[in-house]
Nanobody, 126 residues
């Protein structure tokens, strides 16, 4: 089992950049695939990025490619999501998640993940 705690959210302006962090504890972090999801007010949860165990492979939906970058530091048991050129429509609660299987297909992650953090709120003002 792994516990996940997100941080780094806040109020930013459109065009700014932000880096979210996901601190993991419990079982070996490098044993898990890590992913980020977001949920905007009144909308369904949306997958935005995933990274494999070593950090060498990543998956993004087309909607965020080029602006979102996922990374991980297994030695520090921490994952990251870098968001550039923030837009008001990026306003959402961002969740870190972990599971045992990696896929290069974005659609795979609609199945859900096993472990979840409680989320960090990102608000982008125009």
């Amino acid at each position: 089992q792994v516990q996940l705690v997100e941080s780094g959210g806040g109020l930013v302006q459109a065009g700014d950049s932000l880096r979210l962090s996901c601190a993991a504890s419990g079982r070996t972090f490098s044993s898990y695939v890590m992913a980020w999801f977001r949920q905007a007010p009144g909308k369904e949860r949306e997958f935005v990025a995933a990274i494999n165990y070593s950090g060498l492979r990543t998956t993004y939906p087309d909607s965020v490619k080029g602006r979102f970058t996922i990374s991980r530091d297994n030695a520090a048991n921490t994952g990251y999501l870098q968001i550039n050129s923030l837009k008001p429509e990026d306003t959402a609660i961002y969740y870190c998640a972990a599971d045992s299987t990696y896929s290069s297909r974005s659609s795979y992650y609609t199945n859900g993940m096993t472990y979840w953090g409680k989320g960090t709120l990102v608000t982008v003002s125009s």
